[in-house]
């Protein structure tokens, strides 16, 4: 699909994901986009959906709710955001023939292999971001849609809070960090997301599913490591284990999802993380 020729619906338009695909498509002379977030299209209104996706050739869904201790107690609202929204965009494109991209996450899984999971490795999620995500992925390929599912993970940009920023800020206030070092996965830049979604539009992906993350691994105190060089920082990281956390959700421990799919196509995937911050660092922390 060639999206300069493409009518395109964008959801979830002003979260940090889908400011980078807008900025890709725009680039890649996509003129017909229409963007939405929540108060321009709400996607648990199947009618509404049905008329926002009639006419378009291309919907890229990135609406989700994404917080994931919040959805510990709102589950049944993030099931509405990540599974009944995801249905009616994928059964309207089904009925209007449009190609769909859907987005997703390494919280599918349980997070304890110890090998890169492939992409159709059972789902077993063990919090409720994770169910609700997993139920949207069912209903995805339920309805009959010519979707392509994208998982990711450990995402950071320069248009919403995340990691980076978060250790950037936290380093130049406190002066001293702990960062865990027993969860495992792959940093990956948005904008290297939304680059790889428009490489496997070119060259017409099969329907299924594929890993938009970055190459190789390592843990959140490995990446805060690089993050405070990057920052200007002296040597302010040191580890620690989870054992601690507070949080209310579940961690994945090992969130090292693999990419035989896309490889398997000769469609190329996402360098190294470390490479791929050292690229997108000061974007990111400006």
């Not at 996706?53 to 990540?82: K, P, W």
């Not at 405070?228 to 040191?238: H, Y």
Request: charged share 25%.
């Amino acid at each position: 699909m060639n999206p300069s020729h493409a009518r395109i619906l964008l959801t979830g338009a002003r979260g940090m994901l889908a400011a980078d695909v807008a900025d890709a498509l725009r680039a890649a002379a996509a003129t017909d986009m229409v963007l939405t977030d929540r108060d321009d299209l709400d996607i648990l209104d199947a009618d509404a959906v049905a008329i926002a996706v009639a006419g378009r050739d291309l919907v890229i869904n990135c609406a989700a709710f994404t917080a994931v201790d919040a959805a510990e107690d709102e589950e049944d609202v993030a099931y509405a955001v990540n599974a009944i929204g995801p249905r009616n965009l994928a059964r309207a494109a089904a009925a209007a023939g449009a190609r769909m991209v859907h987005i997703s996450t390494d919280y599918v899984f349980a997070g304890d292999a110890t090998e890169p999971y492939a992409e159709d490795a059972p789902m077993n999620p063990v919090g409720a971001y994770g169910r609700t995500k997993a139920a949207g992925e069912a209903a995805v390929r339920e309805s009959g849609a010519d979707a392509l599912i994208l998982r990711t993970a450990y995402l950071y940009g320069r248009g919403g809070p995340c990691f980076p920023k978060t250790i950037a800020k936290a380093g130049r206030e406190r002066g001293a960090l702990s960062v865990v070092d027993d969860q495992i996965g792959q940093p990956t830049w948005t904008r290297d997301v939304a680059d790889f979604m428009l490489r496997l539009l070119a060259a017409d992906a099969p329907a299924g599913t594929y890993h938009a993350t970055s190459a190789g691994q390592c843990s959140w105190y490995d990446f805060a490591k690089e993050v405070v060089a990057s920052a200007g920082l002296r040597d302010i990281v040191s580890p620690t284990d989870s054992s601690g956390s507070a949080r209310k959700a579940p961690r994945p421990a090992w969130s090292v999802l693999g990419h035989t799919a896309h490889e398997a196509l000769g469609i190329e995937g996402i360098g190294d993380w470390r490479e791929r911050w050292a690229v997108a660092a000061q974007e990111v922390l400006a």
